[in-house]
């Protein structure tokens, strides 16, 4: 079988008897290649990451998002 899209669920830092943080990763396979990328992550905290799993927002003209408490444009 050949895996081309995944959404999977990760442990983002090593479980304890009182802490399982995990974050959700969606990943889809650029034209023209054969493995999958990353494509949008939502973190253990619930921020949205969209092309970066770097949670130091820069934002860019119109994009919008929710960072969990309120809406950033």
């Given at each position: 079988?050949?895996?081309?899209?995944a959404?999977?669920?990760v442990?983002s830092?090593?479980?304890t008897?009182?802490?399982n943080p995990?974050?959700?990763?969606?990943?889809t396979t650029?034209a023209?290649?054969t493995?999958?990328?990353?494509?949008?992550?939502?973190d253990?905290?619930?921020?949205l990451?969209?092309g970066?799993?770097?949670t130091?927002w820069?934002?860019?003209?119109g994009?919008r998002?929710?960072?969990?408490?309120?809406?950033?444009?």
């Open positions: 079988m050949l895996l081309v899209a959404i999977r669920v442990p830092a090593p479980w008897s009182t802490s995990t974050y959700w990763a969606f990943s650029p023209a290649a493995v999958m990328e990353e494509r949008m992550r939502i253990a905290s619930g921020n990451l969209v970066t799993s770097n130091t820069q934002t860019q003209e994009l998002y929710f960072n969990g408490s309120s809406l950033i444009v």
